[in-house]
């Protein structure tokens, strides 16, 4: 009678583990799509595809914000080899190079904190979005794989 209660435990935490790293996933994806979608808001002030518009600026730089303040915490060692049903997945780099990758997070930080402080004006603007997307892309280049 016990052991089929134990094996039932056992099968629930290992469901429970599964979920949670689902979870994390799912987060992880989640907050990058908006970082993702509030840097081409700026790109497309910066090429004039849309008007200079301090509110969505400030939005974006808002969710910029977000995302350097959560991407020490948004790739738990539970997300390592976690397939993604995504176009890109982490890669194992993120959890190989711990301290590359805090370096890279630490350096978008700062330029979030730059940009933040000082976008007043599409000049001041144009002038920012080149460190934004050199950080983004350095971390993508060395920690994101993409599909296919």
Known sequence: MIRPVIVAGV?????????AQQDALKNAQTVMKATG?????LVAMVKGEKPYDQATVDASLAVLEETARKLPTLFPESMKGQPSDDDYSASPKVWDNKADFDAHIATFTKAVA???ASIKNIDTLKA?????????GGCH??????KG
């Open 114 to 116: 730059d940009a933040k």
């Open 11 to 19: 099968l629930l935490l290992g469901l429970g583990a599964v979920s």
């Open 141 to 146: 280049e060395t920690f994101r794989i993409k």
């Open 37 to 41: 979608k509030n840097t081409g808001a």
């Open 128 to 136: 920012a979005v080149p460190a934004l997307g050199k950080s983004c």
